[in-house]
């Protein structure tokens, strides 16, 4: 079955066009992932949270989906840190990226195919600054390895910038002395005393920030691919360098489409420790802020737009939030009296159940067709509160046939493999099998019995059926389903009207 592509905007050509993956339904997304030196802040999640919506609806469309989202484990930044607090890179990095890990699973957030260390990688780095130092697109002064912008006739293509706007924004070190041109930059840096360096033919040092991007991606997906996502501040010098060393190392396109994710705004001005308005997910959380009603919030505004968190928009999710779990919990009651139809007023439930497949099915069109719009989730809510309204108007009508509420209750389901913030609360674990990464979601439930569920997908990876169905038994007994999906499973609590 094919897939009809949706439109988004692409940064590159600076329109809405169709997505064209290059070998549907596989789809090749490479997201910039953290700098692992500190916590991430609320700003930081409103892109992580972005690229989930967007992985999510993807999947929901039916494409095979590869998310990639590099950790930035080594740079300036992270080795000024770990000197001033006297731990290793390691210690350092994995602190930060527990926080990151805690973040992606309370907000909902399905983890990526893979998130490659920059520290993992060197060697292809290294390969790759060869290849442009033998096109002449490259050059090496006292150990540093500079990227020869002159040499790319391309450069300030994405960023669209005229030449003199094109000077890095980034300090001037020392170590970016000896430059031929103020817009050349660093693919490689000279190892200095107590800084961790790898060796490399032209002088043992660490990679430059926007190299380690090209040459993850490019080794993930090949030198062509389909995705590129990142934070609009990431558009120069960040990407647009990543264009510049790998499509004068390849001769070919780099990236067929890009995205960018605008900023959040707290109080309508920019987010910093100095201003005090600096905030994290676990400081919005010890506020009493619902983490679900966090996402809703993230999710809801259209992501080339600025977000700007205050306490009328947390207050304004928060009901957003409720008022979905207030209606999803009377459709299960509606659910229920309707599974009994001696209970039933015949007449009034078809007619009000007729009324609201008619309001579903107008609701199921604007959902998706706003989604396909460049990604409107802001379009796509509306649509689903129009129909929430609808539905709770034909509750308080009368009675609702069980074919309009069982329709209702499938298509809360399927939309809620995009939103994640519909459904009652859910937890979501991963379990690495022999390299694969499998994932399991579903609501709170037991660890004892969660641990089966695990167990279970283990079982199934490994080809023993045997011991999954006898696990499958024991959780059915427990009164808990389980399903399976491409990359994992889901367990759900048995329903009032599925219990035998
Ligand atoms: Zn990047």
């Given at each position: 079955m094919s897939i009809k592509p949706p439109a988004l905007f692409n940064s590159l050509t600076r329109k809405v066009e169709p997505l064209s993956p290059q070998a549907p339904p596989n789809l090749q997304v490479y997201a910039c992932g953290p700098t692992v030196y500190d916590h991430p802040h609320i700003g930081n999640f409103r892109y992580f949270v972005w690229v989930?919506?967007?992985?999510?609806?993807?999947?929901?469309?039916?494409?095979?989906?590869?998310?990639?989202?590099?950790?930035?484990?080594?740079?300036?930044k992270i080795i000024a840190r770990a000197m001033e607090t006297g731990s290793?890179?390691?210690?350092?990095?994995?602190?930060?990226?527990?926080?990151?890990?805690?973040?992606?699973?309370?907000?909902?957030?399905?983890?990526?195919?893979a998130y490659p260390r920059a520290t993992e990688h060197i060697d292809e780095m290294v390969s790759l600054i060869e290849r442009l130092l033998d096109g002449g697109h490259a050059y090496v002064v006292d150990g540093n390895v500079f990227f020869r912008v002159e040499s790319f006739a391309d450069y300030g293509r994405l960023a669209r910038l005229q030449p003199d706007e094109m000077q890095t924004t980034e300090r001037v070190a020392t170590d970016e002395f000896g430059k031929e041109d103020p817009r050349d930059f660093a693919l490689w840096k000279a190892a200095r005393a107590n800084e961790p360096s790898w060796p490399a033919p032209f002088g043992d040092g660490r990679p430059g920030w926007h190299l380690e991007c090209s040459a993850m991606s490019m080794q993930f997906f090949g030198e062509t691919f389909d995705v590129h996502l990142g934070g609009a501040d990431l558009m120069f010098p960040h990407h647009e360098n990543e264009i510049a060393q790998s499509e004068a190392a390849t001769g070919k396109q780099f990236v067929r489409h890009w995205m960018h994710c605008q900023h959040l705004i707290v109080d309508g001005t920019k987010m910093s420790k100095s201003l005090g308005n600096f905030r994290t997910l676990e400081q919005l959380a010890d506020e009493g802020c619902d983490p679900v009603a966090i996402r809703y919030l993230l999710a809801s505004v259209h992501y080339?737009?600025?977000?700007?968190l205050n306490a009328a928009a947390l207050e304004q999710a928060h009901a957003s939030v409720q008022r979905l779990r207030d209606t999803s919990r009377r459709l299960d009651e509606e659910i229920t009296r309707a599974s009994t139809p001696a209970t039933l007023d015949g007449e009034s439930a078809v007619a009000n159940g007729a009324a609201a497949e008619v309001a579903l099915q107008r609701a199921?069109?604007?959902?998706?067709?706003?989604?396909?719009?460049?990604?409107?989730?802001?379009?796509?809510?509306?649509?689903?509160?129009?129909?929430?309204?609808?539905?709770?108007?034909a509750f308080d009508a009368g009675h609702v046939a069980l074919s309009a509420l069982e329709k209702t209750r499938s298509w809360f389901e399927s939309i809620d493999e995009v939103l994640g913030i519909f459904a009652a609360e859910s937890v979501s674990k991963t379990i690495?099998?022999?390299?694969?990464?499998?994932?399991?979601?579903?609501?709170?439930?037991?660890?004892?019995?969660?641990?089966?569920?695990?167990?279970?997908?283990?079982?199934?990876?490994?080809?023993?059926?045997?011991?999954a169905d006898a696990l499958r038994d024991e959780l059915t007994a427990a009164g808990i389903e389980v399903e399976d999906t491409p990359d994992g499973g889901r367990w759900k609590r048995h329903g009032p009207t599925t219990a035998e």
């Amino acid at each position: 079955m094919s897939i009809k592509p949706p439109a988004l905007f692409n940064s590159l050509t600076r329109k809405v066009e169709p997505l064209s993956p290059q070998a549907p339904p596989n789809l090749q997304v490479y997201a910039c992932g953290p700098t692992v030196y500190d916590h991430p802040h609320i700003g930081n999640f409103r892109y992580f949270v972005w690229v989930d919506i967007l992985h999510r609806f993807l999947r929901w469309k039916g494409y095979d989906v590869e998310l990639v989202m590099n950790l930035t484990d080594v740079d300036d930044k992270i080795i000024a840190r770990a000197m001033e607090t006297g731990s290793s890179l390691a210690e350092l990095t994995g602190r930060f990226i527990d926080s990151f890990d805690r973040g992606l699973e309370t907000l909902r957030i399905l983890p990526a195919a893979a998130y490659p260390r920059a520290t993992e990688h060197i060697d292809e780095m290294v390969s790759l600054i060869e290849r442009l130092l033998d096109g002449g697109h490259a050059y090496v002064v006292d150990g540093n390895v500079f990227f020869r912008v002159e040499s790319f006739a391309d450069y300030g293509r994405l960023a669209r910038l005229q030449p003199d706007e094109m000077q890095t924004t980034e300090r001037v070190a020392t170590d970016e002395f000896g430059k031929e041109d103020p817009r050349d930059f660093a693919l490689w840096k000279a190892a200095r005393a107590n800084e961790p360096s790898w060796p490399a033919p032209f002088g043992d040092g660490r990679p430059g920030w926007h190299l380690e991007c090209s040459a993850m991606s490019m080794q993930f997906f090949g030198e062509t691919f389909d995705v590129h996502l990142g934070g609009a501040d990431l558009m120069f010098p960040h990407h647009e360098n990543e264009i510049a060393q790998s499509e004068a190392a390849t001769g070919k396109q780099f990236v067929r489409h890009w995205m960018h994710c605008q900023h959040l705004i707290v109080d309508g001005t920019k987010m910093s420790k100095s201003l005090g308005n600096f905030r994290t997910l676990e400081q919005l959380a010890d506020e009493g802020c619902d983490p679900v009603a966090i996402r809703y919030l993230l999710a809801s505004v259209h992501y080339r737009r600025q977000l700007n968190l205050n306490a009328a928009a947390l207050e304004q999710a928060h009901a957003s939030v409720q008022r979905l779990r207030d209606t999803s919990r009377r459709l299960d009651e509606e659910i229920t009296r309707a599974s009994t139809p001696a209970t039933l007023d015949g007449e009034s439930a078809v007619a009000n159940g007729a009324a609201a497949e008619v309001a579903l099915q107008r609701a199921q069109e604007g959902f998706a067709a706003a989604l396909d719009d460049d990604l409107n989730t802001a379009g796509a809510l509306g649509h689903l509160f129009t129909f929430v309204r609808e539905l709770n108007a034909a509750f308080d009508a009368g009675h609702v046939a069980l074919s309009a509420l069982e329709k209702t209750r499938s298509w809360f389901e399927s939309i809620d493999e995009v939103l994640g913030i519909f459904a009652a609360e859910s937890v979501s674990k991963t379990i690495e099998v022999d390299g694969a990464t499998l994932v399991a979601t579903g609501p709170p439930i037991d660890a004892a019995l969660c641990d089966r569920v695990l167990e279970r997908l283990v079982a199934r990876r490994r080809r023993d059926f045997e011991r999954a169905d006898a696990l499958r038994d024991e959780l059915t007994a427990a009164g808990i389903e389980v399903e399976d999906t491409p990359d994992g499973g889901r367990w759900k609590r048995h329903g009032p009207t599925t219990a035998e």
